[in-house]
């Protein structure tokens, strides 16, 4: 059906058909968890592939580029500090499906224009690269008492998650008290 009925309208039905034939995805995750001198360390980046034999071998949908992370984690007498380092490769245009589905719309614009000084045509850069510096500590002032605080994307960056099309916080700043009974 091209459209269905749904509360008095009859919207145009849109399907996300990247193939009817073989599609290779594969990725891997690279992982490290140590603790090294009390000092406990975790990591692991993530990489994902596509491989379209299909007719116009275009770019699929919903790979991301590669991400991971990086945390270390200190506890020391009734305190506890955490690192944590969040990051995202970029992608580029080209590597972005046609549907728009992972939203190439929503990445940065390079204009060309013409000598009248009007937009001819509308390219987009792919999304950049991103990553956040976050640092949190915790507390115990007894056993029913723990502070709390934090400070997120400690150098404030502008990102977006791949394929979010919606832009992450900025810096922020976390406290809490918890009391249990």
């Not at 749904?6 to 599609?23: H, R, W």
């Not at 992370?69 to 580029?92: A, M, T, V, Y």
């Not at 937009?119 to 990553?131: D, R």
Request: with cysteine; net charge neutral; charged share 15%.
């Amino acid at each position: 059906m091209s459209t269905i009925p749904y509360d008095g309208l009859n919207p145009t039905v849109f399907a996300n058909q990247n193939s009817d034939k073989k599609i290779n995805i594969y990725g891997l995750t690279l992982g490290f968890n140590a603790k090294i001198w009390g000092v406990i360390i975790n990591q692991d980046v993530n990489l994902t592939r596509c491989k379209n034999t299909n007719y116009g071998k275009e770019p699929f949908a919903h790979i991301p580029p590669v991400f991971g992370k990086l945390e270390i984690l200190k506890e020391f007498n009734n305190w506890k500090f955490r690192f944590l380092c969040l990051f995202s490769g970029p992608k580029d245009s080209a590597d972005f499906d046609a549907a728009d589905v992972d939203n190439l719309s929503e990445t940065p614009v390079i204009n060309e224009f013409s000598n009248e000084g009007q937009v001819v045509n509308q390219v987009y850069a792919g999304l950049p690269g991103w990553y956040t510096l976050n640092l949190s500590t915790q507390y115990k002032l007894n056993k029913n008492i723990i502070f709390q605080f934090g400070v997120d994307n400690i150098l404030d960056a502008h990102y977006k998650t791949f394929g979010s099309g919606l832009s992450a916080p900025g810096r922020n700043f976390i406290t809490s008290i918890n009391y249990s009974f």
